[in-house]
């Protein structure tokens, strides 16, 4: 495959993972991030895309020099491609299928289950109730509703390399999500990124440990080495939360508005 090739692989990826993005605008010789939005889960999703079209490993170590079109080009172009056929280290068995528990929180019935794509609905109204500092956080981006494609890619996931629980409750009859967590597994099979978002009223009940520690047993049961995230530097109370669980912190060369935040399972 040329460079051309590559290219133009690349872009249909990144706009499958980034439906919204004008690819066709990116400028090669500057940040991809910078361009378009992407998350720090979407930019994983990106690594794990490309490991899985172009067969080549991608260590966490090399990350940071894939920030530019040309700089991913470059990449893939000098790196060997391993066998097709080989499988994740963490998808080397067919793991146990998800189920839903029940959770007594702050006096009411909490459902953890796993998210399904009917769930889109839910999953729109869930942030469109938060706080728009919490949905910042979240997302790091400024908004308030999210777009079609984006709520699709969080609720149709595969419950293997992308896992995703909501916390539900029962209000006058609905169903209504009150936290969403997930993980995203890293193309070497090794590791995962979760992301984490309660809803306003229920932080400081309880709520969002019990949802981590659901995810950590997930990952843990599955063969996965470690778990890590981003947080935003100035989220305080999610550096705090996240040392208690046992993450350590560590710089983010790519990001000095960011802190990664790592724990071994």
């Given at each position: 495959?040329?460079?051309?090739?590559?290219?133009?692989?690349?872009?249909?990826?990144?706009?499958?993972?980034?439906?919204?993005?004008?690819?066709?605008?990116?400028?090669?010789?500057?940040?991809?991030?910078?361009?378009?939005?992407?998350?720090?889960?979407?930019?994983?999703?990106?690594?794990?895309?490309?490991?899985?079209?172009?067969?080549?490993?991608?260590?966490?170590?090399?990350?940071?020099?894939?920030?530019?079109?040309?700089?991913?080009?470059?990449?893939?172009?000098?790196?060997?491609?391993?066998?097709?056929?080989?499988?994740?280290?963490?998808?080397?068995?067919?793991?146990?299928?998800?189920?839903?528990?029940?959770?007594?929180?702050?006096?009411?019935?909490?459902?953890?289950?796993?998210?399904?794509?009917?769930?889109?609905?839910?999953?729109?109204?869930?942030?469109?109730?938060?706080?728009?500092e919490t949905r910042y956080q979240r997302?790091?981006?400024?908004?308030?509703?999210?777009?079609?494609?984006?709520?699709?890619?969080?609720?149709?996931?595969?419950?293997?390399?992308?896992?995703?629980?909501?916390?539900?409750?029962?209000?006058?009859?609905?169903?209504?999500?009150?936290?969403?967590?997930?993980?995203?597994?890293?193309?070497?099979?090794?590791?995962?990124?979760?992301?984490?978002?309660?809803?306003?009223?229920?932080?400081?009940?309880?709520?969002?440990?019990?949802?981590?520690?659901?995810?950590?047993?997930?990952?843990?049961?599955?063969?996965?080495?470690?778990?890590?995230?981003?947080?935003?530097?100035?989220?305080?109370?999610?550096?705090?939360?996240?040392?208690?669980?046992?993450?350590?912190?560590?710089?983010?060369?790519?990001?000095?508005?960011?802190?990664?935040?790592?724990?071994?399972?």
């Amino acid at each position: 495959m040329d460079n051309d090739e590559i290219r133009s692989t690349v872009l249909a990826l990144i706009e499958s993972i980034a439906p919204d993005a004008a690819v066709q605008l990116i400028r090669p010789d500057q940040p991809l991030r910078e361009q378009i939005e992407l998350d720090s889960m979407d930019w994983l999703n990106v690594i794990a895309a490309l490991h899985d079209r172009f067969f080549v490993e991608i260590p966490a170590s090399d990350h940071g020099q894939l920030t530019t079109l040309d700089s991913i080009v470059s990449y893939l172009a000098c790196r060997p491609a391993q066998h097709p056929g080989e499988p994740l280290r963490a998808m080397a068995k067919a793991p146990a299928p998800l189920t839903c528990n029940h959770h007594w929180v702050n006096g009411a019935s909490v459902s953890v289950r796993p998210i399904r794509p009917d769930d889109m609905q839910l999953q729109a109204d869930f942030v469109r109730n938060l706080s728009t500092e919490t949905r910042y956080q979240r997302f790091m981006v400024t908004l308030r509703e999210l777009p079609a494609a984006k709520l699709k890619y969080l609720t149709e996931v595969d419950q293997l390399r992308h896992v995703a629980l909501v916390a539900t409750v029962d209000h006058s009859g609905q169903e209504v999500v009150v936290g969403v967590v997930r993980y995203v597994v890293n193309p070497a099979g090794t590791g995962c990124e979760f992301a984490l978002a309660v809803d306003d009223a229920w932080q400081g009940s309880g709520l969002a440990g019990i949802l981590m520690h659901v995810l950590m047993d997930i990952a843990r049961s599955r063969g996965l080495a470690t778990m890590d995230g981003t947080v935003l530097r100035t989220n305080t109370r999610m550096l705090q939360f996240t040392r208690q669980l046992g993450f350590r912190q560590e710089r983010n060369p790519d990001d000095r508005d960011t802190v990664r935040v790592v724990r071994s399972l």
